[in-house]
């Protein structure tokens, strides 16, 4: 076990599967205090479980990050617990492709719901706790390669990681002078359940050609990103190593998307 982040406390939304997973087994190995944070909580249980087993600290917590009183309750949670909180990851997120032409409202908002305002809301909650504390702290956000460059079957998905990079901006603008920094890290290609899904949704609309594979194949290095590719990145975010940078969005993403 490492200590780079020992005594401090992280929520991971998102954190009981894929890259959130990876962020949480990576920051505990550091010996943070994990509160993994999700609407699957049978999950989030069993990431706990392997974390504290693994000889992390680690607790479960049941947060709907589309409301803001749960967002609220996972953070309060959190400070039971563990005394105080030190940094908050924007993490969940979902997509659900479809072709440009035939995105509907619905499809659209839901997206924008979950990648995007929650993210809002989620670095507003864990800032007003940071001032309660008068500690300071970090806001850490999950863009996207799709929030630099819009692609045709995840138009709104797209939209919403502009949008996560935007907000990480002015965030950073905005709580500044309370001693918090807010960034952001873009992934590309991740070896993840919802891959998984994204690929048989893909195929369902006609777009199979243009799913992981094929994304895969244009990355510099090689190959597709694990969750563990993530976690470094994810760890210098969290840590005093990262005090001086705030409001950045740092890509992972293998080489994909250069600017």
Same mark, same amino acid.
């Given at each position: 076990?490492?200590s780079?982040m +020992?005594?401090?406390?992280v929520?991971?939304?998102?954190? +009981?599967?894929?890259?959130?997973?990876?962020?949480?087994?990576g920051?505990?190995?550091?010996?943070?205090?994990?509160?993994?944070?999700?609407?699957?909580?049978?999950?989030?249980?069993k990431?706990?479980d =392997?974390?504290t087993?693994?000889?992390?600290?680690?607790?479960?917590a049941?947060v709907?990050v589309t409301?803001r009183?749960?967002?609220?309750?996972?953070?309060?949670?959190?400070?039971?617990?563990?005394?105080?909180?030190?940094?908050?990851?924007?993490n969940?997120?979902?997509n659900?492709?479809?072709k440009?032409?035939?995105?509907?409202?619905?499809?659209?908002t839901? @997206?924008?719901?979950?990648?995007?305002?929650?993210v809002?809301?989620?670095?507003?909650?864990a800032?007003k706790q940071? @001032?309660?504390?008068?500690?300071?702290?970090k806001?850490v956000? #999950? +863009?996207?390669?799709?929030?630099?460059s819009?692609?045709?079957?995840? +138009?709104?998905?797209s939209?919403?990681?502009?949008?996560? @990079?935007?907000?990480t901006? =002015?965030?950073?603008?905005?709580?500044?002078?309370?001693?918090i #920094?807010?960034?952001?890290?873009?992934?590309?290609?991740?070896? #993840?359940?919802?891959?998984? #899904?994204?690929?048989?949704?893909l195929?369902?609309?006609?777009?199979?050609?243009?799913?992981?594979?094929?994304?895969?194949?244009?990355?510099l290095?090689?190959?597709?990103a694990?969750?563990?590719?993530?976690?470094?990145?994810?760890?210098?975010?969290a840590?005093?190593?990262s005090?001086?940078?705030?409001?950045?969005?740092? =890509? @992972?993403?293998?080489?994909?998307?250069?600017?």
């Open positions: 076990m490492g780079r +020992a005594g401090r406390t929520i991971v939304t998102g954190g +009981a599967s894929g890259i959130g997973l990876g962020i949480s087994t920051l505990a190995a550091e010996g943070a205090n994990l509160v993994i944070a999700d609407l699957n909580v049978e999950d989030a249980q990431a706990a =392997a974390i087993h693994a000889g992390g600290n680690a607790i479960a049941h709907d409301k009183a749960s967002v609220a309750a996972g953070i309060e949670r959190a400070v039971q617990e563990f005394g105080k909180l030190d940094c908050y990851f924007n969940a997120g979902f659900k492709p479809m440009f032409l035939d995105v509907t409202e619905e499809n659209f839901a @997206i924008m719901n979950v990648n995007a305002l929650a809002f809301v989620g670095t507003q909650e800032a940071y @001032i309660r504390q008068g500690t300071g702290g806001v956000n #999950t +863009a996207s390669i799709a929030g630099r819009g692609f045709p079957s995840f +138009a709104p998905y939209a919403s990681k502009a949008a996560v @990079i935007s907000i901006q =002015a965030a950073a603008r905005a709580l500044a002078e309370h001693n #920094t807010v960034n952001a890290f873009s992934p590309g290609v991740v070896q #993840t359940p919802l891959w998984t #899904t994204l690929d048989k949704d195929e369902e609309i006609g777009e199979g050609d243009s799913g992981f594979d094929s994304m895969a194949a244009g990355i290095v090689g190959r597709a694990q969750p563990e590719d993530i976690a470094p990145t994810a760890l210098f975010l840590s005093s190593d005090d001086y940078v705030t409001g950045q969005t740092m =890509a @992972i993403d293998g080489g994909m998307i250069l600017v």
